[in-house]
């Protein structure tokens, strides 16, 4: 029988695990693999071993990707679902271009103007307020 505490932590561990998932650059991390695995890589002359290896790691990203997206879009909903209970959202327009993040707390006004995202480490700036040399 499964205990409340145990509940509670596998809970706890797939929290953790979604928020892991959210981090993941799986379309980079698919790009490098597949120029590394590709046949132009194997006629450059690189070791065949090599260039499978990066192809079959490309595969399994290409299989997480949907529990990743999944991840992500679940995590924003929540966290925009909390925010607004707290009245703690900037607007729509001022949210990060990256991950679309509106939380207050999580986004930071520089002296220079710019933004910076604490989720995704972005920095940008608003609308209408872009710099111009």
């Not at 509940?7 to 650059?25: K, P």
């Not at 698919?30 to 590394?36: L, M, R």
Request: proline share 6%.
């Amino acid at each position: 029988m499964i205990s409340e505490g145990d509940i509670a932590r596998i809970q706890e561990q797939l929290g953790r695990l979604a928020l892991d998932a959210v981090r993941l650059d799986l379309e980079g991390f698919i790009e490098a693999a597949c120029a590394v695995g590709s046949p132009q890589a194997l006629a450059a002359g690189l070791d065949p071993a090599v260039v499978a290896s990066p192809g079959e790691w490309a595969e399994l990203a290409r299989l997480l990707k949907p529990f990743r997206d999944g991840a992500v879009e679940r995590t924003a909903a929540i966290r925009e679902e909390l925010a607004e209970r707290a009245g703690e959202l900037a607007p729509p327009e001022a949210a990060c271009p990256s991950c679309g993040e509106r939380r207050v707390d999580e986004l930071t006004l520089n002296e220079d103007g710019s933004v910076a995202c604490a989720t995704c480490g972005r920095r940008y700036h608003l609308p209408g307020q872009e710099v111009t040399e």
